[in-house]
């Protein structure tokens, strides 16, 4: 049932995307630095939407990564503090 809900969803998601394609598909005119282009709309706002997913990506990674180091850190920190307080557990007290 879910696996049916899933695919309905990727459906309708689906033709709403080309039903905004066909809606958005006049021509405009990009003006660049050096030049100028008339693309359909539609291209524009695809290549946005995949260069904003892209670096959004991006910078989830960098933040991923700074993480995962600073865990690898904590976790030898962690080791290294338990290796003490077994060592400190086997001493044996003395009474001054």
């Known amino acids: ?3 049916f809900i899933r695919n309905l969803l990727i459906v309708a998601a689906l033709a709403l995307g080309i039903a905004f394609g066909y809606v958005n598909f006049q021509q405009v005119t990009v003006d660049f630095l050096w030049s ?6 539609v291209i524009i706002l695809v290549t946005s939407f995949v260069v904003g997913i892209g670096l959004a990506l991006l910078l989830l990674l960098t933040r991923l990564v700074g ?3 600073s865990l ?3 976790r030898r920190q962690l080791k290294d503090a338990q290796a003490e307080i077994r060592n400190l557990r086997s001493m044996p007290i003395h009474d001054a």
């Open 72 to 74: 690898g850190k904590t």
């Open 67 to 69: 993480l995962r180091t």
């Open 1 to 3: 049932m879910l696996r």
């Open 36 to 41: 100028d282009a008339r693309v359909p709309l």
